[in-house]
């Protein structure tokens, strides 16, 4: 039995050890007492593991112990409390809990159940035998606590289920050294198979794409808090339908057979149903569905295909096995080409015409390069007179230049000798015919 809680949603699972006393002596209640995020811890219980649903994204809760001290995420005895926090919740395992009134603070989620329980296990679907290479493969687990599968919204990301193949390592088996490999995982997310999220039953993805032979399933749930196994030994089966492309008389002409061996005594003939999609060079899929098997061994012809390149099969078959089961086989991918086929040879009057217009052609190449050459030699003269005629023009503009430079440097220096001599002319003293007329007298 359940109780609905109005103030916040929370899951406790108390693991019970007792020391020579009997479990009816202790369980004095299946539900524990809560108001505003309390409830209480009876003496005598060795081990009780939380688990608590808060709003998405919120920090973990902080833990009121019944003498008032607290307890956080990152600050706790580690010799007694194992948290592990999620987005949605926390789950917290406490050994040896001080009996009397525990409480919560943070941002559980209203409306939650809050159950005693004194185990806490896995239940696994068993895997189907036999098992069939390539299968798409639906199995489920549970968390339970005392026997009742456990429902926690956002439980599946406070648990992280691993599916494991361990090879029997049988000499004979295609597996044989294959040792241990991870093939898959369950979730609870509502993806893939998983038909609705945080229902509390998980589903498997695993992959069956791999060598036949004996092998150990190993299922391990596991986080900070628990960890449960779960092992089951089966053999996995080559796949009881094969489907090869058979390659046509004349490729050319773009239809394609397959031939399609069906293994009677594994599966039911007339239940044994293909269905096919060809993907093209350009992108387009055709669809093909081949539903009706009298034999073992039967062709069935491809739909004609006209685009030249690289096609892609992909074949799926759903079929009954003789024991009644129902199974849905990936079958390996198949390819194959339409390549386009080499043009006829030319004839004698395309080839004459042919060789006509390469003539033209290279008699045309060479008058235009003629042309060519003639216009660059044309040119690189032109350019080189025009070159040489502002050489010598330049040289003729110098040498002017150099004249007139030189005939007025000339002139200059006349004209300093002509001032120099004017310096040099004693203005003081008296001129000669002065001087005659004054001894004349």
């Known amino acids: 039995m359940t109780k609905r809680v109005t103030i916040f949603t929370a899951c406790f699972f108390c693991y019970f050890l007792f020391s020579g006393i009997a479990a009816s002596e202790v369980l004095l ?55 592990m926090e999620g987005l949605t919740g926390d789950m917290i395992t406490i050994k040896q809990p001080m ?18 329980i004194t185990t806490l296990s896995i239940e696994v679907e068993p ?38 193949f361990i090879s029997e390592n049988n000499p004979t088996d295609e597996n044989y050294a294959a040792g241990t490999f991870i093939v898959g995982a369950y979730s609870d997310n509502g993806e893939s198979l998983d038909e609705r ?74 239940e044994t149903h293909l269905d096919a999609e060809i993907l093209g060079p350009t992108g387009k899929t055709v669809p093909v569905t081949m539903a009706v098997f009298k034999e073992s061994t039967s062709e069935f012809v491809l739909p004609k295909v006209t685009d030249f390149g690289s096609y892609h099969l992909k074949v799926n078959a759903v079929t009954t096995t003789v024991t009644g089961r129902e199974i849905y086989l990936q079958l390996p991918e198949l390819f194959f080409n339409l390549v386009q086929p080499p ?28 042309i060519f050459w003639m216009a660059s030699v044309n040119g690189g003269l032109i350019v080189l007179g025009i070159i040489v005629l502002l050489i010598v023009r330049k040289r003729s503009n110098l040498k002017k230049a150099l004249a007139a430079t030189e005939a007025r440097l000339e002139k200059e220096v006349q004209r300093e000798k002509m001032l120099l ?21």
């Open 343 to 370: 043009e006829p040879p030319p004839s004698e009057e395309e080839l004459a015409a042919k060789a006509e217009a390469m003539a033209k052609q290279q008699e045309q190449q060479a008058k235009d390069k003629a």
């Open 197 to 270: 999220p945080d229902d509390g039953i998980f589903t498997s993805d695993l992959d069956l794409d791999q060598p036949w032979g004996d092998y150990r399933l190993q299922i391990q749930a596991k986080n900070a808090v628990l960890d449960r196994e779960y092992n089951d030994s089966f053999r996995l089966l080559p796949q009881p339908i094969t489907v090869e492309l058979l390659t046509p008389d004349d490729p050319n002409l773009g239809i394609w057979k397959l031939e399609i061996k069906v293994d009677d005594t594994l599966v039911k003939l007339d």
């Open 127 to 164: 895997i189907p035998k036999p098992l069939f290479q390539g299968e798409r493969l639906k199995l489920t687990a549970q968390l339970l606590g005392d026997e009742q599968k456990v429902r926690l919204p956002g439980l599946d990301f406070m648990m992280n289920w691993t599916a494991r």
């Open 29 to 83: 209640s299946k539900h524990a007492a809560e108001l505003k995020n309390r409830f209480r811890i009876d003496h005598m219980v060795e081990s009780v593991t939380l688990l608590i649903h808060r709003e998405y994204g919120s920090a973990p809760v902080i833990i009121v112990r019944p003498d008032g001290s607290k307890w956080y995420v990152d600050r706790h005895p580690d010799d007694k409390v194992t948290w």
């Open 421 to 441: 001599e004017l310096d040099q002319i004693d203005l003081t003293m008296p001129e000669e015919n002065q001087d005659t007329s004054a001894r004349k007298t």
């Open 99 to 116: 009996a009397g009134p525990w409480q919560l603070i943070g941002q559980v989620v209203e409306g939650s159940v809050i159950d005693k």
